[in-house]
């Protein structure tokens, strides 16, 4: 649970301003506009331009799950999320179409984490679980829904025997994991094991965060969700990137939620201290540190606004953004807010499908 000034890379052109598209941006709209439109259900929004629409950050509740969540938030005193209390597989379609969305990739939320408290063998049962219901709705609601699969990873024999039932077996189409789990985050040595085999797989890892245990109190007047999840995924980053971990396993395809947190604005600060007052960039990061920031994938969800997105294009290319809504806590309607930001056409349409089909090829068809 839990924007746009133009960047400066090739990728975008180094446009400069929201101004008039130059001609090879218009002619190119008008061609994929025309290509696209001989698709049934094609639909014209307020740019001219054709889309498909893929939602990378959509969440779902399996029962098990939701018991466990409320009865958690009941014993916590914590207040129930009305949106989340009332979802529905049904009501999950209905949001999609109400939109016009085509796919979302399905995932589990992460707040309040560590599997409410369960031990190792009964968090990896609650997995297990999960998955199962969301490879159901992948296949109840064929070309809908794709699943990044949870894992436990309290215990690294039963997490590597889940991702093997989660790929082989399910045909999950990536991992789904938490910034955190409990007192480590993701470059932690001993997710070592599963992160050598989610390379190998060469799969696609999205990483949600939550409130870390060490800092749920440092929000001091506001809910913690405010300020510390989105620290969160710069906490679980910046431990990837100085554990070397990115720089050693490159054909993991990172995703990472709301448009990485804080770090379109610390990237700068990060490579400063350690490129240039420490000097050890190159023992973690041999290409440079802002090369392997550049190099994840970050979603929009509830991180829409104007300067947000301008932080994030500013540090990565149009080709490593995908759309993604936080529903049921945030409206996927966030979409129409990116349609209103006068993106290059070719940017645009990479953002609303063009690169989660190639994160999730299933969705592509």
């Not at 991702?163 to 070592?192: C, M, P, R």
């Not at 405010?226 to 993991?252: C, K, M, W």
Request: hydrophobic share 40%.
């Amino acid at each position: 649970m839990t924007g746009v000034s133009a960047p400066s890379n090739a990728v975008t052109d180094n446009v400069s301003s929201h101004s008039a598209l130059s001609r090879r941006h218009v002619l190119a709209g008008a061609a994929a506009l025309g290509a696209s439109c001989l698709l049934p259900n094609c639909r014209v929004h307020a740019q001219g331009a054709p889309h498909k629409v893929i939602d990378t950050h959509h969440h779902f509740y399996p029962p098990a799950y939701q018991k466990a969540w409320l009865d958690w938030e009941d014993a916590h005193k914590v207040p129930h999320f009305a949106n989340q209390v009332g979802w529905s597989r049904e009501k999950g379609v209905e949001e999609l179409d109400k939109n016009g969305v085509n796919s979302a990739v399905l995932s589990m939320a992460s707040t309040p984490g560590l599997w409410f408290d369960l031990d190792a063998s009964n968090a990896s049962k609650m997995a297990r679980s999960c998955n199962e219901y969301g490879a159901e709705m992948v296949r109840d609601y064929k070309g809908r829904f794709g699943l990044f699969a949870t894992l436990s990873m309290l215990d690294t024999d039963a997490t590597l025997k889940e991702i093997e039932y989660a790929f082989d077996t399910l045909k999950a189409d990536g991992v789904g994991l938490q910034t955190n789990y409990g007192d480590k985050w993701l470059g932690h040595e001993s997710y070592k094991p599963i992160f050598e085999e989610l390379n190998r797989r060469k799969a696609v890892v999205y990483v949600h965060p939550l409130v870390a245990a060490c800092c749920g109190q440092l929000s001091v007047g506001a809910f913690p969700a405010v300020i510390e999840v989105p620290h969160d995924t710069t906490r679980t980053v910046t431990s990837l990137l100085l554990s070397g971990t990115l720089a050693r396993l490159r054909d993991i395809k990172w995703l990472f939620s709301h448009a990485g947190g804080t770090v379109p604005m610390l990237a700068g600060r990060i490579d400063a201290f350690y490129s240039q007052r420490v000097g050890t960039a190159g023992s973690f990061a041999p290409d440079g540190i802002i090369t392997e920031l550049r190099r994840l994938h970050y979603d929009t969800a509830n991180a829409t606004s104007a300067p947000t997105m301008a932080a994030l294009r500013e540090l990565v290319p149009a080709t490593q953004i995908t759309f993604g809504s936080d529903y049921p806590y945030f409206p996927v309607s966030q979409i129409e807010t990116i349609r209103k930001m006068a993106l290059p056409p070719g940017d645009l349409l990479a953002i609303e499908s063009g690169n989660a089909t190639r994160l999730v090829p299933r969705l592509g068809a």
